[in-house]
């Protein structure tokens, strides 16, 4: 497979990740892109560094940044545990929400024996705070799933499945989720989540100076079925 680099110097490399295979490598033992990203950084140094600063689960493609040594590795995964970096993702869930815009704050549970996550209450001492922001970009009429909405998200916290999670909770399930979405639970065929991560930001480790990459999936149903223009803004 070959490597979409967005950005790449001596501390960061910034690629886009394609749907469907892992971060990092996982008891599958398929192809993941911290492998690969590392076989292409030997290409330069016999022995690379590499560091993954925000993981993004296998269904998932977009924005992903890697750290390219041990100064920059402990410099961004500070910012993340300070909630420093800037994580927007594009969902298409089904149905239209209630409000155009809002605020989710839930308390989220994982379930390791099952590779999920649920909401909990607050006498739950496993229970951790998980918030995002979204907002309604556009809504399209389709005739097999009714109304399916794009989402912009801003993800204010990094709870595991949270996006969808939240949004299942909050009675807008993304499309493709057979986790999350009783639609897809119970089909048969396996489906491609409509979760992308749109935008990365962050203070550069060396120079502090704040940069951010973009990336959108125009052309990846069910994506493409919403306006281009919209996309392209959002550049």
Known sequence: MSLKIMYEDKHVICLEKPQGIPSQSDKTNDEDLMSLVSEYLKTKNDKPYIGLIQR??????????????EFANKELSKQVQLRQTQKEYLAVVCGKPDQEAGVLEDLLKKLKTINMSKITTSDDKLGKLAKLEYSTLETVETEEY??????????????????????????MPIWGDNKYNKIFVKKKDWTQIALWSYKFGFRHPKTKEYIEFKAVPENIYPFKLFTVEDFLKML
Request: charged content about 15%; overall charge positive.
């Open 56 to 69: 993004l689960d296998r269904p998932v493609g977009g924005v992903i940044v890697f750290a390219k040594n």
């Open 146 to 171: 009714g109304p399916l909405t794009l989402l912009k998200i801003n993800l204010l916290t990094g709870r595991h499945h949270q996006i969808r999670v939240q949004l299942s909770n909050a009675c």
